[in-house]
């Protein structure tokens, strides 16, 4: 699908844009080995999300809709039958790392697969650790397919060399079938959704100074969850709001766990006004209303800590950056490469095709701003966040843009073409 973009006169509105996607897929997959019914409120829907689903129905959980929410009956944490057949994990990179951590603890054996993009995604990354706590896993090279052979797994002391939410969560999630304690150890903070999770469902679990440990549960109790606005969605508009000179947006109910914040640090250091109100806690993770004001940036640099913080983000971020003063410097990035596409050169290619000004480096980029971009076709590169952002790129451009393969936002947000068009309608 090419999506046609041009700048609108201005962009207004409230906007609640839909649930988490890494905590709706963890709500899932610790929901169906729950002992009993759980439910899981405001929900994403999406090609991620559904993946996740349509496996844990695979191996024998009952997951039906309940009005807007989603009820999951937890087979214990013993209770999932085999499949039969590979599972298919899409291009849900969150799902077959989670998933090949739970499956390790079974005692049966199972494959994962998934689409021609997530098959060139490196699992050794968890397959190693997961090894070492026991379980027995083949695979080609670096990548899905999976197989997962039943063994029995032991509690281990791992320090992980990538700073990397999901190989912990997949550690995690295997650790709930070992025989004794696990302990992890971060090189820098990651998202913190699984070890959130598990407290609230009554397992031992705690974190601080980079190290979490938890203890193998006997059971897990069920969940009760409102999952918030995803942050990684509501940045796109976020950053739109801040640019566009004519925009009064404002964001309900997002997600503002500090691991996944970043992006609201680098945008304050750049100058944005930002303001945050109506904070609560929501499904044990805080949240607010975003309300970013249009505003001039000035170039900063991203590096160390604050990366993981904002890893998704990147793609948004570079395109604030193309309207900051100044140079903007992002290092200690190069997991970009590995994302649902090659962000690091495929932001710099797109992007100056818009008239921007950045280079990438091995483990980031460089841009000189501000330029204004002019519209052109560019390429989504099959990847949903590089589509949200250049689009982002096309509501301050001149011209117009096309976005081709513009799909793929349905990865994790089927309906951002239709929420723009709700904020850019009649305000001529
Ligand atoms: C995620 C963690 C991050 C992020 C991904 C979702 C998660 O990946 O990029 O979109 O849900 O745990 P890494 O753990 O590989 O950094």
């Given amino acids: ?29 610790l929901g169906s080995v729950a002992d009993g019914t759980g439910i899981i409120r405001n929900g994403l829907d999406c090609d991620d999300t559904n993946a996740a689903i349509d496996i844990m129905r695979a191996l024998g959980v009952a ?137 609230a469902m009554g397992v031992e679990i705690t974190a601080s100074d980079l190290v979490v440990t938890m203890r193998p549960p006997h059971h897990l109790r069920p969940l009760d969850i409102s999952v918030p606005a995803d942050f990684s969605s509501a940045a796109f508009f976020l950053v739109a709001g801040v640019l566009h000179p004519r925009a009064r947006i404002e964001l309900g109910g997002v997600g503002l766990n500090p691991t996944r914040t970043g992006l609201l640090q680098a945008l304050n250091a750049m100058g944005a006004d930002i303001r945050i109100q109506n904070t609560t806690t929501q499904g044990g993770e805080p949240a607010g209303d975003l309300l970013p004001a249009p505003g001039e940036l000035r170039g900063i640099e991203v590096a160390g800590d604050l990366v993981p913080l904002m890893i998704d983000e990147f793609p948004i971020f570079a395109v604030a950056a193309t309207q900051a003063r100044g140079t903007t410097v992002v290092r200690d990035a190069q997991e970009l490469r590995v994302k649902e596409s090659n962000r690091i050169d495929g932001l710099a290619a797109e992007l100056r095709k818009m008239g921007a000004r950045i280079e990438s480096t091995a483990d980031g980029f460089v841009v000189e701003g501000p330029t204004p971009l002019r519209g052109a076709a560019v390429d989504a590169c099959g990847d949903h966040r590089m589509a949200m952002a250049l689009t982002v790129a096309g509501l301050i451009a001149q011209g117009e843009t096309t976005i081709v393969g513009a799909e793929c936002v349905s990865k994790t947000y089927p309906t951002f073409y239709a929420d723009l068009a709700r904020v850019t309608a009649n305000h001529a």
């Fill in 1 to 29: 699908m090419n999506q046609a973009i041009t700048s609108p006169a201005a962009l207004r509105g409230a906007l609640r844009v839909p649930g988490d996607r890494s905590i709706t897929v963890r709500a899932v997959l």
């Fill in 63 to 199: 997951i039906h809709a309940a009005g807007a929410a989603l009820c999951v009956e937890g087979t214990g944490l013993h209770g999932l039958r085999p499949a039969g057949a590979p599972l298919f994990c899409n291009a849900s990179g969150t799902t077959m790392r989670l998933l090949a951590g739970l499956l390790a603890g079974q005692a049966f054996a199972s494959a994962l697969d998934g689409s021609a993009q997530l098959r060139r995604r490196p699992m050794r990354r968890i397959t190693e650790p997961l090894e070492l706590m026991g379980a027995a896993i083949r695979s080609t090279g670096d990548g899905a397919p999976l197989y997962i052979e039943p063994g029995a797994l032991h509690g281990i002391e791992y320090a992980m060399p990538v700073a990397s939410a999901q190989v912990k969560s997949a550690l995690l999630l295997a650790g709930l079938y070992a025989d004794g304690a696990l302990v992890v150890r971060e090189s820098a903070p990651t998202r913190d959704h699984t070890e959130r999770m598990l407290a």
